[in-house]
């Protein structure tokens, strides 16, 4: 119940809409159904509080004002034993800081949330800037995967999620040796290896973060480097088995790593970055994620 409600406070507009309904709701029980019934004061409370938590960004002067017609409901449908203005203006003020209450949990919760996002681009920041040549690798990881993600017309929560997961695909490379990340020559099997186990260490890492336990980053963490053919690591899974997100993530942190200058090697030209990933579909990377990733650049090079 509590991740539902978390859930929830991710989109004001669901308790914008539900306060809309619970008020309305309220009116017609009270008007038509329970005449009189006082015990029904619990649902204008409601709408108070869905009023706050989904208007919590809107202008001062609109809260008050629904906050007037909510107590102006309640006072009218709900005949007390005391009806005077008295009894009136405490009404609007228990309402108004109700919903001053819930407008404050609302900019709590946003606050976090964006403390929580810098945070994120902090570490990965952190992580870029070990290497002169993969700066702003995970930030342009994360700029493609949401591309790829809104295209194919994905939530907006699974487009939250493949941002962070964008961000944070490399963390793991934190317990790589910089001796090993800026070889400039050819790396042993031994070295390539001990790169190999990033995915894992960075699964490791953040695998406690309970935000992330269930929504898909942990995913993207650990299988950013699994192949559409069953041939990656670290676990071997293929097809469908790949969870979406990291699919997407796969293709942008290829593309990405190819268009970028690397200690060993220099960048390449787009045409052949698209070939190579067009060449790989079905293989490396799943057939329906390269075909949206390509109409990105549909015009700018030949397939």
Same mark, same amino acid.
């Given at each position: 119940?509590?991740?539902?409600?978390?859930?929830? @406070?991710?989109?004001?507009?669901?308790?914008?809409?539900?306060?809309?309904?619970?008020?309305?709701?309220? *009116?017609?029980?009270?008007?038509? !159904?329970?005449?009189?019934?006082?015990?029904? %004061?619990?649902?204008?409370?409601?709408?108070?509080?869905?009023?706050?938590?989904?208007?919590?960004?809107?202008?001062?002067?609109?809260?008050?004002?629904?906050?007037?017609?909510?107590?102006?409901?309640?006072?009218?449908?709900?005949?007390?034993?005391?009806?005077? /203005? +008295?009894?009136?203006?405490?009404?609007?003020?228990? %309402?108004?800081?109700?919903?001053? /209450?819930?407008?404050?949990?609302?900019?709590?919760?946003?606050?976090?949330?964006?403390?929580?996002?810098?945070?994120?681009?902090?570490?990965?920041?952190?992580?870029?800037?070990?290497? #002169?040549?993969?700066?702003? =690798?995970?930030?342009?990881? $994360? &700029?493609?995967?949401?591309?790829? #993600?809104?295209?194919?017309?994905?939530?907006?929560?699974?487009?939250?999620?493949?941002?962070?997961? +964008?961000?944070?695909?490399?963390?793991?490379?934190?317990?790589?040796?910089?001796?090993?990340?800026?070889?400039?020559?050819?790396?042993?099997?031994?070295?390539?290896?001990?790169?190999?186990?990033?995915?894992?260490?960075?699964?490791?890492?953040?695998?406690?973060?309970?935000?992330?336990?269930?929504?898909?980053?942990?995913? /993207?963490?650990?299988?950013? =480097?699994?192949?559409?053919? +069953?041939? +990656?690591?670290?676990?071997?899974?293929?097809?469908?088995?790949?969870?979406? !997100?990291?699919? /997407?993530? #796969?293709? #942008?942190?290829?593309?990405?790593?190819?268009?970028?200058?690397?200690? %060993?090697?220099?960048? @390449?030209?787009?045409? !052949?970055? @698209? &070939?190579?990933?067009?060449?790989?579909?079905?293989?490396?990377?799943?057939?329906?994620?390269?075909?949206?990733?390509?109409? *990105?650049?549909?015009?700018? $090079? $030949?397939?």
């Amino acid at each position: 119940m509590f991740k539902l409600f978390n859930k929830w @406070l991710k989109h004001p507009n669901y308790f914008r809409y539900s306060f809309y309904i619970m008020l309305i709701s309220s *009116i017609l029980l009270n008007s038509f !159904v329970f005449e009189n019934e006082s015990n029904f %004061y619990i649902l204008y409370i409601f709408c108070a509080i869905f009023l706050g938590i989904g208007f919590f960004d809107k202008p001062w002067w609109l809260i008050v004002v629904f906050t007037l017609l909510v107590v102006c409901c309640r006072y009218y449908l709900i005949p007390e034993l005391s009806h005077n /203005i +008295g009894t009136f203006f405490t009404y609007f003020f228990t %309402y108004l800081v109700i919903t001053l /209450i819930s407008v404050g949990l609302m900019k709590f919760v946003q606050r976090v949330k964006e403390d929580n996002l810098a945070l994120i681009m902090a570490l990965s920041k952190a992580l870029d800037s070990r290497d #002169a040549y993969t700066q702003h =690798h995970s930030k342009n990881v $994360a &700029k493609y995967s949401v591309e790829i #993600a809104n295209r194919m017309m994905l939530s907006r929560d699974v487009c939250d999620v493949i941002h962070v997961g +964008g961000l944070l695909h490399d963390i793991g490379k934190i317990g790589i040796p910089g001796t090993i990340l800026k070889k400039p020559e050819k790396l042993t099997d031994d070295e390539y290896n001990t790169v190999k186990t990033h995915p894992t260490i960075g699964y490791e890492i953040i695998k406690h973060v309970e935000s992330f336990q269930d929504n898909g980053i942990l995913d /993207i963490v650990l299988y950013h =480097h699994e192949r559409y053919d +069953g041939k +990656g690591y670290p676990t071997g899974l293929k097809g469908m088995q790949i969870p979406l !997100v990291a699919r /997407i993530v #796969a293709v #942008a942190d290829t593309f990405d790593a190819m268009s970028s200058q690397r200690v %060993y090697r220099d960048k @390449l030209d787009l045409d !052949v970055i @698209l &070939k190579e990933i067009e060449r790989n579909k079905g293989k490396q990377f799943d057939p329906e994620i390269v075909d949206v990733f390509l109409d *990105i650049f549909d015009g700018q $090079a $030949a397939k």
